[in-house]
């Protein structure tokens, strides 16, 4: 078939889907109070890719000065969702067409931290009308009467391998809950699962048990974080230990020349890889678990997923492949168009630096550490400011502090200092939780280097070889024993 024939009926098919996943979208509407938080952004994150856990903003609304709040976006199916306030969240199901009201509260001085989960520091969500038959409601209640009997019987099940624990946690759970297969029914489901991770953890070596009574069947539950967890807990690092694949037929197939059917086909002589749902689905989240490897051609990897991109009639498939060829062939986290402000109230963005890579400091105005590094950053200031941008922003809630801080030490230091704004969005997605922190950005601000080194440890050194003329890297004898070893 000529190329642009199979071009046209791909787009075709996508328009296809696009407008069915279109079709059976329902509204969800979730509104309520948050009265420690006047004024501030709230959003809803959706996790639809639980192999790789990716969260997706799909609604962002303002709390009042009141702290009222509504927001709405559209489902196709129940959905793992995350409610967040600055870097401050909640988890919860989401169903179509349904409408939420939610009183949420919070530890005001955990609520001010960078990473207040560290501490305990979760948004506490309320529904002023309970209802016992709510999805949220009753997953809750088994997941804390589990977690409970876990915590009493765990540890004679983990490590005495003892069974009668097992037997008399699984007497507990069932003589309490409808613990069964329905794969139609979310919350069966749910249970059924969390079960089974149960079930793993007594049986590890019993692979033919697990698969016969949690895989082998035509569904997979793409939704279902607790199916998704069995799931990558059964076949995470599968391909590179199955007695059945051999390491030269991966070779071969990866490194040599790409070759996914091959891959595909010789895979399938795997009992427990028969069913070709799950065969595909567990292939895509081994290549993405083999493009860390060493052993593997990255780049190979990456036409492998294109192909499968291409050819799989998987939708949900094409969501992991995607998610993860975007972390994989494209500079990520751009910040130009990042707006902060500066002491005098002015937005900023990276794009106002200039031409050159840009390094990154992360600080509050309470963390010695980062004043006392900050120090050192002024003397590489002075030394590579023709080759290097520095920058540093104050993650502070409180802009307040932020203009404290610029009034006690501002005039120390020579390099643009800014204020986060509010973006904590952007913070999250490049897991900037802990203080201080830093990043390197390439002239366009792409993150080249999420963990950049730090001016106490290793900064000297990248800078010196990145930043300095090769006529004086080659007559210093730091360079000469770098290159020799």
Known sequence: MPRHRRTYRTLLLGLCLLLVQNLFCQQVTISGNAPFAPNEEIRVLLFRNLIQNTPEVAATGKIDKHGHFSLSCKLNQITLAQLAIRTTKAELYLVPNVDYQFDIDVDTVLFNMLNPETYGGYLMITNPKADSNDLNYKINRFDNYFGRAFD??????????????????????????????????????????????????????????????????????????????????????????????????????????????????????????????????????????????????????????????????????????????KKMTQANNTIREVTFTNAKGRKESIKHLGDKPIYVQFFSADCLDCIREMAIMQEFYKKYKDNVEFLSICTDAKESLYHRFMKDYGGMFEWPIWHINGQYKWLMENDVYTLPDYLLLDKEGNVTLRRAPEPEKGLAEYLWFNFTPKEEQEANPLFIKRNNN
């Open 152 to 325: 009493y019987y765990g540890f004679r099940i983990t490590y005495d391998k003892d069974l009668s624990a097992f037997d008399t946690l699984s007497e507990l759970l069932n003589s309490r809950f409808d613990i069964r297969y329905d794969p139609d029914n979310f919350y069966l489901s749910h249970m059924y699962y969390s079960y089974g991770l149960l079930e793993k953890l007594c049986f590890p070596n019993d692979r033919v048990r697990i698969y016969n009574k949690y895989f082998d069947n035509d569904r997979i539950l793409y939704n279902s974080p607790a199916y998704m967890a069995l799931f990558l807990n059964y076949y995470t690092g599968y391909l590179y230990n199955s007695k059945y694949i051999s390491k030269d037929l991966l070779s071969q197939t990866i490194n040599e020349e790409p070759d996914y059917l091959t891959l595909f086909n010789e895979v399938g002589r795997d009992p427990l890889l028969v069913n070709e749902r799950i065969r595909e689905l567990v292939i895509i989240q081994n290549l993405i678990e083999l493009y860390s490897n060493s052993e593997f051609d990255q780049g190979n990897i990456v036409k492998l997923l294109q192909y499968l991109d291409q050819v799989s009639h998987f939708p949900d498939h094409k969501i992991y492949i995607q998610d993860a060829l």
